[in-house]
């Protein structure tokens, strides 16, 4: 369990680290841009709210996980 939790723990950073990258750029640079142009995730403010969702849900996530790894090394 302690494994499985450190493997989803690694997995939920990697995660919150490109969505904070695409959600860093607001003017016309870099990754946001390329969102934009390329209608990769649809509309820009969907496209916000759609990564706002999944930025919430990924910290509470992580959060969780520490907590439960914190308590399993105690």
Avoid at 36 to 41: E, H, P, R
């Amino acid at each position: 369990v302690k494994h499985m939790l450190k493997v989803i723990g690694a997995f939920t950073s990697i995660f919150l680290i490109v969505i904070i990258f695409l959600r860093i750029p607001q003017e016309n640079v870099g990754l946001a841009s390329f969102a934009t142009k390329s209608n990769l995730l649809g509309s820009p403010s969907s496209a916000q709210r759609f990564l706002n969702i999944l930025t919430a849900f990924g910290i509470l996530l992580y959060i969780g996980i520490a907590i439960q790894l914190n308590l399993l090394n105690n």
